[in-house]
């Protein structure tokens, strides 16, 4: 399968195409380093992150054809399949006992309580950012400042210059935005 990439080209260029494999390589030069940040915090030892990041993009590489730039961008759809791979390293774990005695067993049992939490917990952050970035400049704005910097309304409102009610406006219509927003990657809340 072959890629086309979005270029402008005079009608005597050819569009170049890129493989699937030049897509991969292109998404792990761009996002492999925080995908193995993400597998060392949740699984708490090296050299599993390193088969995680590796497992990621593997199944990245096989899956590439059902990738869908308008549904999740590329950062978010391999974020999700690097969660998938560290929950199957962590049920791995716990199938086979003896897997631990391979590692670090002091930083397994410091990482082993509620890495699966903290790990939802940044999947979850991670597709939230993501929705946000999505909505108009205005209400992604009033969002961040009232809810996620836990702000009072008329500080905020005070801070951009605009009326109060316009900054409730703003955030009552950002919500519903983010709602559809998040429906749409299939988001649960």
Known sequence: MALRVPRPASPATPVPTLTVDDGV?????????????L?????????????????????AWRAWDRYDASRASLRTWLFEIAR????????????????????DHESLEQSAPGVTDGLETLMRRVLVEEALRRLGDDHRRAIEETYLADRSYPEVAAELGIPESTLRSRVFYGLKALRIVMDEMEVTP
Not at 39 to 53: E, F, H, K, N, S
């Open 39 to 59: 597998a060392v915090r949740g699984l708490g030892d090296t050299c599993a992150a390193q088969d995680v990041v590796q497992e990621t993009f593997l199944r």
């Open 84 to 103: 998938n791979v560290v929950i199957d390293a962590q049920r791995a774990r716990t199938a086979r006992p003896w897997l631990r005695g391979l590692s």
């Open 25 to 37: 390589r292109a998404a792990y030069a761009a996002h492999g380093a925080e995908i193995y940040r």
